[in-house]
């Protein structure tokens, strides 16, 4: 059981996680691929191989050596005691280290450069993460599939990983236009929602308008800021 448990652990330092690393910094820049299970861990382990194999080149002089050295040595009948053993697990952590910061640098200069693809879904980017400083809740022009426009603050909206399931909810005040009106017509008053799921949706349009509860001048400042910055 142990040793299994240790060549597991070995083969995983050594063979999986510098392809990890490498991966995840790819799928920061590249586009994702659809790709079989087989191809995504050869992938995997090749660039482990390559990682690790440049890695114990650079450290075969001051690390693997002389351990080679001692497995040769008088003493390497106490090679069975685990504290003795513990020089050559040392090894194996410091070669796994550097062939993952080789990995990693590797893919920070092959992607130099590159804006980096931004991670989870649209919505809440555009919803959390893009949201000014000091504005209010997002106010959103929902077009519907069938022609409708929905006018409304984002009440609430959920992540669940199948499209087809996710839904937002608009808060007062309400407006609603169908296909072929010309002007929105008020629905409701403060206590009416309306819940419309992604596939009924064709566009969203957002604006940020500011925080009624924060001064003018706070607003612009922070404006002002933001604006320097980006300079």
């Known amino acids: 059981m142990i040793p299994d448990s240790v060549s597991a652990l070995v083969s995983f330092l050594l063979l999986l996680a510098p392809g990890i690393v490498w991966n995840q910094r790819r799928a920061r820049f590249a586009p994702a691929v659809k790709e079989t299970t087989l191809v995504e861990v050869s992938s995997v382990v090749l660039a482990s191989l390559?990682?690790?194999?440049?890695?114990?080149?650079?450290?075969?002089?001051?690390?693997?050596?002389?351990?080679?050295?001692?497995?040769?040595?008088?003493?390497r009948g106490e090679l069975t005691d685990p504290v003795a053993m513990l020089p050559f697990a040392g090894g194996v952590v410091v070669t796994s280290a550097s062939a993952c910061a080789l990995a990693y640098g590797v893919a920070r200069w092959r992607w130099r450069g590159r804006s980096p693809i931004r991670t989870g879904r649209v919505w809440n980017q555009v919803f959390v993460t893009h949201r000014p400083l000091g504005s209010g809740a997002p106010f959103l022009l929902v077009e519907l599939i069938d022609g409708t426009i929905w006018r409304g603050q984002l009440g609430s909206f959920d992540t669940d990983p199948e499209d087809a399931d996710r839904g937002l909810s608009l808060a007062p005040p309400l407006a609603r236009k169908r296909s072929g009106e010309a002007t929105f017509e008020r629905r409701g008053?403060?206590?009416?929602?309306?819940?419309?799921?992604?596939?009924?949706?064709?566009s969203i349009q957002v604006t940020y308008p500011p925080d009624p509860g924060q001064p003018v001048s706070v607003q612009r400042g922070r404006q002002a800021r933001r604006q320097r910055r980006g300079r």
Do not use: C, H, M
């Open 189 to 202: 008053n403060g206590d009416r929602y309306v819940i419309l799921t992604e596939s009924q949706i064709k």
């Open 50 to 75: 390559v990682a690790t194999v440049s890695a114990s080149v650079f450290l075969l002089w001051p690390v693997w050596l002389p351990l080679l050295r001692r497995l040769n040595g008088p003493g």
